[in-house]
């Protein structure tokens, strides 16, 4: 009798290339980072090769020479794969594909992959398939042997191989459907825009680096249940969650794509109205991780991918997360923040206070009402109850005696209704 066939998944072999234009720049934390992103993606970094040259080559990324190092290095190290820091152009993809006889990627992949195996829900698949397909679609020419990539690993998660396998016409067909159902989302997402902004409830929008504690922070002021991983892109698909505080106000939290070096400017495209809930929020709670030797950098990231989603003006409060793992206390600053607060949303560490301050930047949009509604207009105190922070309330001859604080929009329309 013949033993079963046992087929094992092997974990992919890959050797990560980067090339550093100039001294002092951050290549070498950008090839860590991606050697993260390699690990998350589910493949075993065996080497790295980082190329000093005044700009990428046009043809090979790394240049010939360099290339031909390359080639001995996987040999040696019986790599399945390279990994390139950079976004590559289809010449480069093939020129380097033909050179090395190995399958070649980019960091665009590489995170294209990991989003495509983290979306759950309808809105995170069509925004992942959109994105890579506009991706694949402009290396097709490029691709040559490798468009039949079966074999599994990265590069395959989504949509899958066979949709490279067909013609441009029937892939400019589905990226045109997406885009219509992509539409719909949208505009579903506009609509609930304007039904909170109807509300009166204030949002804050939870930005930052991925990693960096966001889901973490929403889970332990909400009790959210939204998944908390040490990994990168550990959660993809947003969460808005009501948080109610001791003063009775409510604020509505919506978690945020984590932000990164290099995105790209695909998934910026795909994921706009996802990443367009800080643009349309009150105000911003940016987190940052304060354990990360490389927060300083982490936070121009976000600032930077901020700006080029057109979020200004807002009010900013950084959080310095992590502070559990923080081994030698230093002076966190933020320039571009209007309050500041050092917290481990892990342990609880200063989330009352974060509690206060949130309390505090609601009741700036609110002014102090006080006065008397005639018992007519008793249900106006439901409306306050509602929307603003109630003080004082007390039953008189006259009336109900409120002190409380009301948004602005609100206030006039209440005064009017006071006795005098």
Do not use: W
């Not at 990324?61 to 950079?86: F, H, N, P, S």
């Not at 109205?273 to 300083?296: M, R």
């Not at 949009?365 to 105190?381: C, R, T």
């Amino acid at each position: 009798m013949a033993e079963p066939i046992v087929i094992e998944d092997r974990e992919e072999r890959v050797i990560l290339i980067g090339v550093s234009r100039q001294e002092g720049d951050d290549t070498e934390d950008s090839i860590e980072e991606l050697a993260e992103l390699v690990q998350t993606a589910g493949a075993q970094v065996v080497g790295t090769s980082i190329q000093s040259r005044d700009s990428i080559h046009p043809g090979t990324y790394v240049g010939t020479g360099k290339l031909e190092e390359i080639r001995q290095m996987t040999q040696q190290l019986r790599a399945d794969g390279v990994v390139c820091d950079d976004e590559l152009s289809p010449a480069q993809l093939r020129n380097m594909e033909e050179a090395l006889g190995i399958k070649v990627m980019d960091r665009t992949l590489v995170i294209l992959d990991i989003f495509a195996a983290r979306a759950s829900t309808s809105e995170g698949k069509i925004q992942v398939e959109l994105a890579q397909l506009k991706y694949r679609m402009s290396r097709l020419t490029g691709l040559g042997k490798s468009l039949s990539r079966l074999g599994g690993g990265i590069g395959t998660r989504g949509p899958g191989e066979k949709k490279l396998e067909t013609d441009r016409r029937l892939i400019k067909s589905r990226i045109s459907q997406l885009n219509q159902e992509l539409a719909q989302v949208r505009q579903h997402r506009e609509v609930a825009r304007g039904q909170r902004s109807r509300s009166q409830v204030k949002v804050a929008a939870i930005v930052g680096y991925t990693n960096a504690g966001k889901s973490t922070l929403l889970n332990h002021l909400t009790d959210a249940s939204v998944l908390e991983e040490d990994k990168l892109f550990a959660t993809l698909d947003p969460t808005t969650r009501i948080l109610k505080l001791e003063s009775g106000q409510e604020l509505l939290l919506t978690d945020t794509v984590g932000f990164i070096r290099k995105l790209p400017h695909h998934l910026v495209e795909a994921f706009r109205s996802t990443l367009e809930e800080a643009k349309y929020a009150d105000f911003i709670l940016h987190v940052v991780d304060a354990s990360n030797p490389q927060k300083e950098k982490q936070m121009h990231i976000v600032y930077e991918t901020l700006g080029k989603l057109g979020v200004s003006g807002k009010k900013i409060i950084t959080l310095f997360n992590k502070q559990d793992k923080v081994k030698e206390p230093e002076l966190l600053k933020d320039f571009k923040a209007d309050r500041t607060l050092k917290i481990a949303a892990k342990t609880g560490e200063g989330l009352e206070s974060l509690k206060q301050v949130l309390e505090e930047t609601l009741r700036e949009d609110k002014k102090l009402l006080e006065g008397v509604f005639p018992y007519a207009e008793g249900g106006q105190i439901t409306v306050v109850r509602k929307f603003g922070e109630l003080l004082e309330e007390e039953y008189r001859e006259n009336g109900i005696y409120v002190k409380a604080f009301v948004p602005v929009e609100l206030y006039k329309n209440l005064e009017m209704k006071m006795v005098t």
